[in-house]
C-alpha cells in the first residue's frame, strides 16, 4: 500500500505526462500497481485506505506518544495503556508485543538490551570519587 503523499505524487506525475514506468520506479512500486493507484481518484483512494488500514495502525500515534515520553516502557505497560485509553481495543498479546517490537525497530525507540543497576562507572578500589 502507498501513502497519501505517494498517491499525489503520483497522480502529479501522471498530469505532467511522465511514463508510468518512470513513475513506479520513482515511488517504489510495481507498475501494475502504478496503474491500479492511477485509476483511482482521490475519494475512492480514501476509501480504500480507511478500509484496508491495519488493525493495530489507528493506535500507532498514541504508542508512539508513549514511546516519545519513555522509550523503555515495558510492552505489557504500554498494552495496558492503550486498553485504558481505547475499551473497544481487542488484540492477542503475541501480536501487540510483535508490533511494539516492529515498531521500536522502525522509529529508532530501541528498548535497552540491559538495565543498567547502577549510574556509576566501576573504577578500582581507593579512587571512588
Known amino acids: 500500500m502507498i501513502s497519501k503523499e505517494q498517491f499525489l505524487e503520483l497522480k ?26 492511477l ?8 476509501n480504500y ?8 495502525e489507528q493506535y500507532r500515534a498514541f504508542i508512539l506518544s508513549i514511546l516519545k515520553i519513555c522509550p523503555q516502557t515495558q510492552v505489557t505497560n504500554i498494552m495496558y495503556r492503550v486498553k485504558d485509553q481505547f475499551p473497544d481495543f481487542n488484540c492477542r ?16 525507540y530501541v528498548k535497552p538490551e540491559q538495565r543498567p ?3 556509576r562507572e566501576d573504577t ?5 570519587v
Open 93 to 108: 498479546k503475541t501480536t501487540f508485543f510483535r508490533y511494539i517490537h516492529d515498531l521500536r525497530e522502525q522509529t529508532g
Open 117 to 119: 543497576t547502577s549510574f
Open 49 to 56: 485506505l480507511i478500509n484496508n488500514t491495519p488493525y493495530l
Open 39 to 46: 485509476r483511482m481518484d482521490e475519494d475512492a483512494f480514501e
Open 12 to 37: 502529479h506525475l501522471k498530469s505532467l505526462g511522465v511514463p508510468t514506468t518512470t513513475i513506479a520506479k520513482k515511488i517504489g512500486i510495481s507498475v501494475p500497481n502504478t496503474n491500479k493507484w
Open 124 to 128: 578500582p578500589p581507593g579512587y571512588e
